[in-house]
């Protein structure tokens, strides 16, 4: 038979099963983290209509878009979860309860570049709390406790949210008579980690934005605010009153690091940042990025904001909202790279494996049933191997736990059971061994999928 | 601005709310169930290279098949789950341990006609069991034992595990000398519930298979074979000795027969079938179908079996294996039309929410931080809105708790904890409520997503 070589295409993560153990312990505790504060989970099609996925239409992101046709269809594979959102609520208007709060943890597809680190399929996982006509500031403070939650359920510790309004930056630009350059400022403004303030400064005058030498100055200084949330509100009280639109934000923002405390994030875990302006023009109110303080490098995990018009390609209603995303495929990458998974999780099929060492399997069957039957994870190995190559089979998956059950097991009713960590060996009933590994399970329930 | 009018292809499941909240239970318990077992989680790319996705060629399913390039390359979308398991098992065949047990629960790809109940974007549930060079028995007596409890939990109880095997019916059609349309001739009486034996008989005997009457006549009679598991057995040994395949096969069966009842499967759901015969060739051995006793007219809800050569397009490896798969997307549809999920399932997007009847807001947000903290699904309704929209807002979400924080609980430091199906409303601090809240639901832990 002419045979076809296997192969997995690039910019396509697709994981071992230990890995991938890793990864469902991840999206798990997302979707937990997410029910608890009362998100509905959401499922969309991958595929659209083109005319759909497109109505917002041009950009970057149209040349990566996977689009075909089928039959007389013209259709597009999804790139993002924000498109098929504002679809889903334009088109169910009616029939959903606003404040609209769902969760979604799904595949996107963009056809980027081939290159290490970067994929063409991955997962994002996007929260977003939606109103009808209005929405409350206080929604715009539940997400970054939500991300704090998440984050610190997957075991991070040293990372910091960082929030910004665009109301502020808009307002002080209008203040300095540049609104209209406001997006070229921002953009630029953005790249400041990156290049340094010269540079920033340097772009910001130099031919292309053309602002004056005196403003670029007070944009340097403004966005040179530093100091604790306390500190970077008091300063920006000396803007006040020059214009409504700045007064606004920061009244937003004071409301925001106000309501953060009570929604139990610690002030080390977020951070008025002024150089935070989120490079899409759809947000309109607060913005969050989100940073791994020992790994800068990467860039932000997690970002999102207030916007106004979700679905206006769709729908004349006003759907206001506020969401942020994660991309929970390039961050396992990046966890995994940077040595950051836990070796701790056990990534077994199951947490015991059951090993009958005589031919006749009636007992080990039935004692697996019993365990299962206890609610433990149970793998039953009838293989006809020698014994040193089932326990090899054991070490190899990294079970915590096996049952062995040869004739003397049998003849008492029993097994013996082995923790493979300590080695030590147990004679028990199988009741009891179902016990015994719930009781030894129980007390690993804390370990997290990433160690810091 | 130009709107575009959303909508969402056909053929494309996408379920308001609460349905998915329910079509997320489903999907946790086959998880937790599969995981039950030792099977490790697989997540495969939607789109691979058409190369490899068709190496077997051929077929209706060709047809139906998502393909389009991007770029240079040719792609389809997967059309099953069992291909890409080939190539993944073929690809890792050196990093992986033996017998490789995965399960996959993902969306597939057919462009099917588009049809009421039809899918063209459904997924798949799917469990195999792959050896290296050989596979033990008793994995083809476990695999039916992880349907039952699968199906047991989710809340069926009226459905039958119909077993059969590939090796008896070759080696019976061998004894007649019919081996080489046994094909055909399975293929047709595969079509027995349908079209009834009459029918059968004359197709038979007809032009296309012409088979001479007499054989046909024992065929009718062989599948016709009919009683409890015991019967079928001992009817079948009237048979032995006439064909090694066939001997083989009866064995397997006895085996299988006798496993099942240690696996913890009930006598009354399973049963041999002589008519069970799966149309897909490489089967080789035991083959299941699963129906529901009292809606026969579904079909098989759940169906797999025994075979030799999982990736025989891939690699010269014998990797031989069991699996079964559930067609999820249409057996949840059939199950809501049929009006069979469950209504007391919580499918609101918490088990509580926290309505604010004060301006100051603080108190609210500390008190769902409390219930939170607790492990308590909590939702803050922060809106602006009169008592009467805030209330309608629970109802019609369906909170089984509503948390009231008016000026009188503020300043007791209490909340009022609603029963919104009893309307008992009592007073409470907030641990209290979250203790309460708890308890209440860990009495409705029990409930099924399918009611019969």
């Known amino acids: 038979m002419e045979r076809i070589k296997p192969r997995t295409l690039s910019g396509f993560m697709e994981l071992l099963p230990a890995d991938q153990a890793k990864m469902e312990r991840f999206m798990e505790t997302l979707r937990r983290s997410y029910a608890l504060y009362g998100f509905t989970a959401l499922d969309t099609p991958i595929i659209e209509s083109s005319e759909v996925l497109l109505a917002k239409g041009g950009g970057e992101t149209e040349k990566q878009i996977y689009r075909f046709t089928k039959g ?12 098929p959102l504002a679809k889903y609520v334009a088109l169910n208007y009616g029939s959903l309860a606003f404040p609209f709060r769902r969760y979604q943890i799904g595949k996107v597809y963009r056809g980027e570049r081939a290159q290490r680190g970067r994929f063409r399929e991955f997962y994002q996982a996007d929260i977003d709390i939606i109103g009808d006509g209005k929405l409350d500031i206080t929604s715009e403070a539940e997400i970054p406790s939500i991300i704090y939650r998440t984050f610190t359920a997957l075991g991070l510790r040293r990372f910091v949210i960082r929030v910004n309004n665009r109301k502020i930056l808009n307002g002080f630009y209008a203040m300095q008579g540049l609104s209209e350059r406001a997006g070229d400022i921002m953009r630029t403004v953005d790249k400041l980690d990156k290049i340094g303030p010269e540079k920033v400064r340097e772009l910001l005058i130099g031919e292309e934005i053309a602002i004056p030498a005196g403003a670029a100055d007070e944009i340097l200084r403004f966005i040179s605010i530093r100091g604790t949330n306390a500190e970077v509100l008091a300063a920006l009280e000396g803007y006040r009153g020059k214009n ?18 009570e929604f139990g994030v610690p002030e080390a ?5 002024l150089t935070i302006a989120r490079g899409l023009d759809y947000y309109t109110g607060t913005v969050y990025e989100t940073a791994l303080l020992d790994h800068p490098e990467i860039g932000s995990i997690c970002s999102g904001g207030r916007y106004d018009n979700l679905a206006e390609y769709y729908t004349d209603k006003a759907l206001p909202g506020v969401g942020i995303s994660i991309g929970l495929t390039r961050l396992f990458y990046v966890l995994q790279e940077q040595g950051m998974l836990s070796d701790e999780l056990v990534t077994a099929p199951a947490d015991v494996l059951v090993i009958p060492m005589t031919d006749t399997l009636s007992f080990a069957v039935q004692t697996a049933t019993t365990l299962r039957n206890a609610g433990v994870r149970t793998q039953l190995y009838t293989e006809q191997k020698k014994f040193k190559a089932k326990m090899s089979y054991a070490d190899k998956l990294g079970f915590p736990f096996v049952l062995l059950i040869g004739e003397d097991e049998i003849a008492q009713g029993k097994v013996s059971l082995k923790d493979m960590h300590t080695g030590a060996q147990t004679l028990l009933t199988p009741d009891e061994a179902a016990a015994a590994v719930r009781a030894a399970l129980a007390q690993k329930e804390n370990v997290r999928v990433i160690r810091e």
């Open 244 to 261: 409504e639109l700045f007064d606004a934000g920061l009244d937003e923002l004071r409301a925001v690091t106000a309501y953060l405390p």
């Open 269 to 273: 875990n977020f951070a008025v940042d």
């Open 72 to 83: 007389d269809s013209d259709l597009a594979l999804r790139f993002d979860l924000t498109v």
